[in-house]
């Protein structure tokens, strides 16, 4: 069954700690993205990845880390260093091509306590 | 800037019809897409235009005109499972798959 997981579904952390989210997928999509989601916001990027071994910082990357040694896996770090770390996060992925719809992950929710 | 603007809230009777505006301003368009989203689960994929006009899938359709970054999601015959967030996205640059989102509309569906 194809598709795109994230572990775990709730995360609770406390304060100062390091947190590492997961996210795989057995689509073979090429490009990966990390969202954050926030109580009435949008969706907002905090880094994408088009190929394995790069990636690039989106609109909110301040605070966060993430690695793509292999191409069905993105995992985010989120560090001590971010501000305001509670959050539901979402994870997607894409094929490329004309449409290059991004499919998304069930989510993790991050709370810091 | 970049900016997509959508209504915090909708309601609109079991059966009915109605419709979810989005207006946009991004400093370039390759497509729009339209997803659903019910509470604390992801966003599942409905619609993307990238030309002007119609696209109609089943119950829902979406609208484009580029030309005055202006779309909507119209849902025909709602249903109670129909209550959810919609999300308006754009993809402002044709050599990244980077969607810019809207806040969302969430929409109520009263028997």
């Known amino acids: 069954d194809g598709g795109i997981t994230q572990s775990p579904k709730y995360l609770f952390r406390k304060e100062g700690q390091n947190v590492t989210l997961s996210c795989e997928q057995n689509l073979n999509h090429d490009a990966m993205y990390w969202y954050r989601q926030d109580p009435g916001q949008g969706l907002r990027l905090i880094y994408y990845s088009q190929i394995v071994n790069d990636f690039q910082k989106g609109d909110i990357a301040e605070g966060y880390s993430v690695s793509r040694e292999k191409k069905e896996s993105f995992p985010l770090t989120v560090t001590s260093a971010q501000k305001n770390p509670t959050a539901f996060y979402l994870c997607?992925?894409?094929?490329?091509?004309?449409?290059?719809?991004?499919?998304f992950g069930p989510g993790t929710r991050l709370t810091v306590l | 800037g970049q900016n997509i603007d959508q209504p915090t809230e909708m309601t609109a009777t079991e059966g009915a019809i109605v419709q979810i505006n989005c207006t946009y301003q991004?400093?370039?368009?390759?497509?729009l897409f339209w997803y659903q989203q019910h509470a604390g689960e992801a966003p599942t994929f409905l619609s993307y235009?990238?030309?002007?006009g119609l696209e109609e899938k089943g119950r829902f359709s979406s609208f484009l005109s580029r030309s005055k970054g202006y779309s909507y999601l119209l849902l025909k015959e709602l249903q109670m499972k129909d209550s959810a967030s919609y999300l308006c996205?754009?993809?402002?640059?044709?050599?990244?798959?980077?969607?810019?989102f809207g806040q969302g509309t969430t929409l109520q569906v009263k028997p």
């Open positions: 997607a992925s894409s094929a490329g091509g004309e449409t290059d719809t991004q499919y």
């Open positions: 991004t400093s370039g368009f390759n497509g």
């Open positions: 235009n990238v030309l002007d």
């Open positions: 996205a754009v993809r402002d640059h044709e050599n990244t798959g980077k969607l810019i």
